[in-house]
């Protein structure tokens, strides 16, 4: 049977409402979208790097999720769940353990591509058969938005601040999923909330059931840092795919493939328009950014759709 929202609806949610989340924020709904994947005769064991997930959704000796929940540091999120699943199969092995369990890791931006990297990069390498989901808010959201290698160039962060010598973040953004790509991990994708979640939903399930190290990255926005209206949530997250700021693609097995292309793309300017973090850049005297922009964009979607032919 095909994907069906209604469906997916109606199971019963491994994500608890309660949490302390931000209306309007982009981390729950991941999270509740890649939780969904999993098959309901499934169990997991769930881990989060600290991050504003984290305090939202875990206070002693409470938690939000119906699944084992584990918190560890900034840092090692990836390799404390490599050996939860090391501990595992070990288990399973001796005959220990009956239940089959799908190992699922949470972090931010901060600790995936900053703090936590040398961490996922080993634990990508070993090949540990679990997932990890960067939601990605593009800065330090918990700690008092601070920049990170995530953070697209000329956004407004509290270490990044505009004013009349500076405009934002210098460096443009790093591209982890093609990092992580290289480590020839069996699966890695991009993808966020669009439509009826189908792109999210589909790459969550083969992540989850594709055995080895998988890796989702999905954009989050944050309305605190990015400084948007907490019911612009999904329309942001739809400028961003069809500016292809963020493409939607996956890489399976080494190929990769584009799984949405606009039918128009869009100019950069109407993606970052939405959001007070760039409002310095359509000032007057200022339209050398948006230009600047605009080309980095069209540079990495040639670049993306020249691998993907």
Known sequence: MGYS?????????????????????????????????????????????????????????????EDSYIHSAFENAAAMTGGVETAYRVLKKKGKIKDNFKFICFGGDGGTYDIGFQSLSGAMERGHDMVYVCYDNE???????????????????????????????????????????????????????IGDFRDLHAKAKK?????????????SPCPRGWRYEMEDLAEICKLAVDTCVWPLYEIEEGIWRLTYEPAMKLPVERFLEK??????????????????????????WERLKARCE
């Open 139 to 193: 800065a330090y959201m918990n700690t008092g938005i601070q920049r990170s290698s995530a953070t697209p160039r000329f956004a407004d962060a509290t270490t990044t601040p505009v004013g009349t010598q500076s405009y934002g973040k210098v460096q443009n953004k790093k591209n982890l999923t093609e990092i992580i790509a290289a480590h020839n991990v069996p699966y890695a994708a991009q993808t966020t909330f």
């Open 207 to 219: 992540a989850i059931y594709t055995e080895g190290p998988c890796f989702l990255n999905i954009l």
């Open 275 to 300: 959001q007070g973090r760039f409002k310095h850049m359509f000032k007057k005297g200022n339209e050398w950014m948006i230009e600047e922009a605009q080309n980095y964009v069209d540079e990495q």
């Open 5 to 65: 929202l209604r469906k997916e609806l109606e199971k019963k949610s491994r994500f608890a409402p309660g949490h302390r989340l931000c209306a309007g924020c982009g981390a729950g709904v991941a999270v509740n979208g890649v939780l969904r994947a999993l098959e309901e005769g499934d169990k997991a064991v769930v881990s989060n790097a600290t991050s504003c997930l984290e305090v939202s959704t875990f206070i002693y000796p409470y938690t939000a999720y």
